[in-house]
């Protein structure tokens, strides 16, 4: 049984499958388990209810929870040898969750069930379970569905500083208005924690009141915190990075996510900071044309004041270099939630106590909304630009973001149209919405501006600026017409006159309006002359804070999205091959995906399409 903590007063254990049984007596054998969104998750406590529920079909165990973190799956040969030897040292020795496993092995029992409303990007595309137990769910209104679910069990990781008090940590998201409704015998649930040492302690509002954790589960060695592997920052992501950082005013306030982009917009902000006149070049020889009405290059003297449902390296980096610094309420920065990489988590725990203050973990019904304190924070969020990523943006202005064509949900809303409809409402806000503006799909570039699309995230009548490395799209209060012009002239050019067909067909603007001739050169060589010489200087470096990449592994990279890209054409792959044949080999990169010595044919094959696609990055 577990023992009791005398001076706490409470149940409190270091055998995980212990709470479980009593959990499970406390409700029954009906167990509703509400489970923070990411990082957030008591995995040790979720893994024996969800255990003690395969064991005995009496018990039913219903999970409701967003973003399950997993490690990536290989989807090939090549992308397996990549990931498997590296995959602690990227990803963390992360405890996997026990019914992650089973809905990816289709093995979940009949008397398990778990709704997501929030997946981790991809990861769920094609699994008939998880797709059809998603809810579709704003974040703010998420409180209210976890309201509705009347969880009688809600399981988070916490910190705990030395002088035994315990954080949030990492999800005030949901769980601090959760508790305030149990305080106000709006819910009822037993709070169970599991203290991990590696979480930072984060005080305010992410601190749990005394006698509020009702069960208190302490491993003899904390587990790996999930690590979110830094990406390269390309070409691409770095240009979108430039434009998007002339629109940020000194003195205003600034949401961005994660990813490449996110973090080519805050080196951005970093370079016109600390080096403007390497800057101001870079910005002055941008050869595209641009409809922003905003025009900001400055170095920052008051400050901006960070709100964000997310925090996000990006905004951490920019705390550190005394760019996000104007404080709101004592704080510079007011986020809901974070997930990172381990430098990240690592960071925030030795960070002195008095820096560390001013980051303040909050739930989204604060971030992510006006309503509530209304009059203060439309006053603190002055100048707002809140960032946000797209997969597809339609020549009508629709955003794509979560999900396709044919229902399949990619990820999820979470906070994206709450942060769109505030910009709205703010005085002087505006939504940003960032994209490339092209993919590769089936061996083939087609293009993320679309006439239409048959699913969006945000609707048209939504509109405001959309950014793509190619500049600028001002859409707020513009005509169709207008919006249709703008975005074609964000858009690759080799997309360009098949977008202006269509509009024209569809009697959408005036038969005679063409492109005009300097609109007409979005190329990815245009990009690469302007961007070429500062990526050479390391101005505008591929990794501006990091990676827990190998060098061998830096240089592979490039080569692999080479052939995931050419993989649905046999020319392309043929083509990759033939020049691998040719080519000298790189035995570092070799050995490292196990194709130095080759056993068979299909090794040989596989070693020359490394080699080739090796050489083709070398020139890109």
């Known amino acids: 049984m577990p023992e009791r903590d005398n001076d706490r007063g409470k149940p409190s254990s270091g055998d995980a499958e212990a709470l479980a049984r009593q959990l499970i007596e406390q409700t029954g054998g009906e167990i509703r388990l509400a489970l923070p969104l990411g990082l957030g998750k008591a995995n040790s406590l979720v893994n024996a209810l969800t255990q003690a529920a395969c064991d005995d079909p009496a018990i039913r165990l219903t999970i409701l929870t967003a973003l399950t973190l997993q490690r990536p799956k290989a989807g090939s040969d090549l992308q397996r040898r990549f990931l498997e030897p590296a995959a602690d040292r990227l990803f963390g020795r992360y405890k996997p969750l026990l019914y992650a496993q089973m809905i990816d092995e289709g093995t979940l029992p009949a008397n398990i069930e778990v709704r997501e409303f929030f997946f981790q990007a991809g990861r769920w595309l094609g699994n008939s379970y998880a797709q059809r137990h998603y809810i579709p769910a704003n974040y703010t209104h998420a409180l209210s569905y976890v309201l509705d679910f009347k969880p009688n069990v809600v399981a988070q990781l916490v910190a705990r500083n030395p002088d035994g008090r315990l954080s949030l940590s990492c999800n005030t998201d949901i769980t601090v208005d959760l508790l305030k ?186 971030t992510n909304a006006l309503y509530g304190d209304e009059t203060s924070k439309r006053a603190a969020r002055r ?130 309006l063409e492109i005009a001739p300097a609109g007409r050169g979005n190329s990815p060589e245009r990009l690469n002359d302007w961007l070429k010489s500062a990526r050479r200087r390391s101005v505008l470096p591929e990794y501006p804070f990091g990676t827990d990449f190998c060098e061998t592994e830096r240089r592979l990279l490039p080569a692999l999205a080479i052939l995931k890209h050419a993989s649905g054409s046999w020319s392309q792959l043929a083509r990759l091959a033939a020049r691998g044949l040719t080519s000298p080999p790189d035995m570092e990169c070799l050995e490292r995906l196990e194709l130095r010595h080759c056993s068979n044919l299909r090794e040989r094959f596989m070693r020359y399409l490394v080699l080739g696609a090796l050489a083709q990055s070398d020139t890109d």
Request: charged share 25%; aromatic share 8%.
């Open 181 to 366: 409704a149990r305080r106000e015998g709006k819910a009822d649930f037993t709070l169970a924690v599991e203290i991990n040492d590696n979480l930072p302690f984060m005080e305010g509002p992410a601190e749990i009141p005394d006698g509020e954790a009702d069960i208190e589960y302490e491993p003899e060695t904390s587990f790996e915190l999930f690590s979110v592997v830094r990406r390269p920052v390309s070409q691409q992501d770095m240009a979108i990075g430039l434009h998007v950082s002339q629109l940020v005013a000194d003195g205003g306030t600034l949401q961005i996510g994660i990813g490449s982009i996110g973090d080519a917009i805050a080196q951005s902000l970093l370079l016109r900071h600390r080096h403007n006149n390497d800057y101001l070049a870079l910005v002055k020889a941008s050869p595209f044309a641009s409809s922003g009405s905003e025009e900001h290059r400055a170095p920052f003297e008051t400050g901006l004041y960070a709100v964000t449902e997310m925090l996000v390296g990006g905004i951490l980096e920019l705390f550190q270099a005394g760019i996000i610094r104007r404080e709101v309420d004592g704080a510079a920065i007011h986020a809901g939630f974070f997930l990172e990489c381990r430098d990240f988590y690592r960071t925030l725990c030795e960070m002195p106590a008095r820096q560390r203050g001013k980051i303040v973990m909050m739930p989204v019904s604060f």
């Open 383 to 512: 100048d707002a630009r809140f960032v946000n990523n797209a997969m597809i943006v339609t020549c009508l202005g629709a955003v794509v973001s979560d999900g396709i064509e044919d229902g399949q949900v990619v990820s999820g809303v979470g906070g994206q149209f709450n942060f769109v409809e505030q910009a709205f409402a703010l005085e002087d806000g505006r939504s940003i919405i960032t994209l490339s503006a092209t993919r590769q799909s089936g061996g083939k570039t087609v293009s993320n501006i679309r006439w239409d699309y048959a699913h969006e995230t945000v609707p048209r009548h939504y509109r405001d600026i959309v950014v793509t490395e190619y500049g600028v799209a001002d859409l707020r209060g513009k005509t169709d017409e207008e919006c249709i012009v703008a975005l074609i002239g964000i858009a690759d050019s080799r997309f360009q006159a098949g977008l202006l067909a269509e509009a024209k067909n569809a009697g959408k603007i005036d038969q005679d």
